[in-house]
């Protein structure tokens, strides 16, 4: 029997990919809700999964069954929870998704981001190794290319300027990643993402921030006149290489450390994609404009050959069926919340 574990199932790309994955696979996922950044949608897209109370998850001392999937609370930090995850399952391959995500948020609170992205993702390969799960595809970030200035990035470029805390402990992902591999014959996949976006997006990013002020009527704080450029990426695309990699493995085709960048491969400026979502809602932006902030990187712009080379696919929606997508999904919950 095929089990596969996802971690972060209350994440943007975790609630995303469990709804791609769970009628082809049994899925076991766990969570730990953290109260640090998004909290609310966390649940939210719990409860869009089939749990009915994910705030009782915690207090139900063991685990919760939705569809075909099997959902846990659990923390990377707590050894003992993850114990408990690991000896209740036989897994074939883990998807590694949990992780404190954001630049800004990782330059005020970096002992949190060495915690749970690096210490926790220690804890995680360790339980692997213990229970011989070899197969690992874990997320890093488009944001280890840091102060590199040779765009577009492709992985074979230097990742060792990293410019915030958060794409250090991703950088220290791939390094610790490349250990588990030499050591003990894990298979490991990287994935590198280029700024994901559309339905369910978080809270904190870009695109959940431009929709719900121009709903509200209220200021945008846009930075660096809008001229950053970023790799926009659906996160149907990510479902999709995701699925598509899972296929290899599953047809023997294994690497002992590989990295794959995941982006759309067609950057545009953050004013265009503000534009495109303006459109859309039929509603024009207020803008306050802001200098580039400590940490951002200028533009992000991938270079995608190599995944599909490996899988045949290239994530290609394109910004405004993304946009439409998103925003129809935006306007659907926040006409629920006002019933």
């Avoid at 990287?190 to 509200?216: E, N």
Wanted: with cysteine; net charge negative; charged share 20%.
């Amino acid at each position: 029997m095929y089990n596969i574990l996802i971690t972060g199932f209350a994440g943007f790309i975790g609630s995303s990919l469990i709804a791609g994955l769970k009628n082809k696979y049994n899925l076991v996922a766990f969570d730990n809700f953290s109260e640090v950044s998004n909290y609310d949608i966390k649940l939210q897209r719990a409860e869009h999964l089939g749990i009915s109370s994910p705030e009782n998850l915690q207090q139900h001392g063991g685990a919760v069954e939705a569809g075909n999937t099997t959902y846990y609370y659990a923390d990377l930090c707590n050894v003992e929870q993850l114990e408990n995850v690991f000896s209740n399952h036989r897994f074939s391959l883990i998807i590694h998704l949990a992780a404190l995500t954001g630049v800004r948020p990782s330059l005020q609170n970096p002992q949190a981001y060495i915690d749970v992205n690096v210490k926790g993702f220690v804890n995680l390969l360790e339980c692997a190794r213990k229970y011989g799960v070899n197969d690992i595809i874990y997320a890093s970030s488009s944001s280890v290319y840091g102060s590199n200035t040779e765009i577009p990035y492709s992985e074979d470029q230097r990742t060792d300027s990293p410019i915030s805390a958060y794409a250090a402990s991703k950088k220290a992902d791939e390094l610790l990643a490349n250990v588990y591999a030499h050591l003990y014959g894990m298979n490991m996949i990287g994935l590198r993402f280029f700024t994901v976006y559309g339905p369910w997006t978080r809270p904190d990013m870009a695109a959940y921030i431009f929709m719900d002020a121009i709903h509200k009527g209220k200021p945008i704080e846009l930075f660096n006149e809008g001229k950053m450029i970023r790799d926009f990426t659906y996160v149907g695309d990510v479902v999709q290489s995701i699925s598509l990699l899972i296929d290899k493995i599953n047809d023997g085709t294994k690497g002992k450390n590989l990295v794959f960048n995941v982006g759309n491969h067609q950057p545009v400026q953050v004013m265009d994609f503000l534009n495109a979502i303006e459109e859309k809602m039929g509603k024009k932006a207020v803008i306050s404009y802001k200098p580039i902030q400590p940490g951002d990187m200028p533009a992000t712009n991938a270079i995608s050959d190599r995944l599909f080379s490996y899988t045949g696919f290239k994530p290609a929606t394109t910004v405004q069926q993304g946009v439409n997508d998103m925003v129809d999904w935006f306007t659907a919950v926040n006409a629920v919340s006002q019933l």
